[in-house]
């Protein structure tokens, strides 16, 4: 009977030992998923960022029942204030990811660093270009400081972009807020031009490579927080991840009210929008809008990714892990093609 307590005894200092040692990273329960219509989704896998755990960011790629089928964990010190933003699969199967204060990291499945920028004004969005060269933003920066860089292999700078000649007047000029300008997002188009997202100028410009702003959208609306007041066809602030689609229109997150809209660029119109079913809330902090093959838009919130059909069926939600202290837990997500080498989405 003694050696039954002993033993039973031990099994417990074991599961208490494990449970001392998994307790940093895994404080959160697993993902959830509340629609799941497997008919309708596009196929394939998402690859997420996720900063549910601060001090224990990491990389997920799941299936649609939320089942994680590959992971990449960060490790920030206490106290950092540095968020993972960012995660997109290149082509050569690699993942490019970039967390704020640090840089820009190239990684291989095994998690091993094949290639590094180290930027500590790197934030939201990178992007890898054809010519091998990267392309990023950086949100916090004071006005004449770039905000939009293009970096070589080597990392120096081939060009860059502060925005000062274009918005340096009124209402702009005055704007102080993380940063002048704020950039959340950029994106090199197929004409060699560069779309960039101007948040605290509820604003989306098209530059050439001079620089010069050849085309802009700004939406009507007031951030208090800004303070700025802006006019436009389209109601919306705090423009986020505007993504050039096939047919010349762009798809963008807007906020007050949170939706997501695809506008005609040609004539500045909104050609369609979506709000959630459950109110604004159900769309706090949304960022990115993807449109995926067979039509479907994969949007993200503060804690859940949406799959939405053309006609405004949600397909597929999955939530963030519950508990964790960070309510800014899924900024961006990408679909991953059944051939485990495409992707909708960066």
Sequence with gaps: MMGVRRTRMAWVVVVFLL???????????????????????FPGTT??????????????????????????????????????LDAALLENGNILYTITNRGIYEIDRSGRVVWKHEDPGASHDADRLPNGNTLYNRAWQPK??????????????VW?????????????????HEGWMHVNSVTRLTNGNTLISIRNFNTVVEVDPSGKVVWQITFRGHDKRIGLATEGKIVGVLNHE????????ILLAL?????????????????????????????????????????????????KLIEIAPDGTIVWQIHAPSGGQNERKFHKAIRIA???RTSYGG
């Design 19 to 41: 449970g001392v040692l998994w307790a940093g990273p895994i404080k959160a329960a697993d993902y959830k998923v509340s629609i799941h219509d497997a008919a309708r989704v």
């Design 47 to 84: 690859l997420l960022a996720d900063m549910s755990q601060v001090e224990w960011p990491r990389i997920v790629e799941v299936d649609f029942s939320g089942k994680i089928v590959w992971q990449h964990r960060l490790r920030t010190a206490r106290g950092e204030r540095s968020a993972l």
């Design 144 to 157: 004449g400081s770039p905000v939009v860089v293009e970096v070589d292999r080597e990392g120096r700078t």
């Design 160 to 176: 860059s972009w502060n925005g000062v000649e274009a918005f340096d007047k009124p209402p702009f000029a005055n704007v102080d």
């Design 242 to 249: 505007p993504e050039p689609l096939d047919n010349g229109h």
């Design 255 to 303: 906020r007050q009210p949170q939706r997501f809209v695809e506008i005609d660029r040609a004539t500045g119109t909104e050609v369609w929008s979506w709000s959630h079913p459950d109110g604004d809330r159900a769309l706090f902090l949304n960022r990115e809008a993807n449109r995926l093959p067979n039509g479907n838009t994969l949007g993200s919130a503060g804690d």
């Design 338 to 340: 059944p051939d485990g």
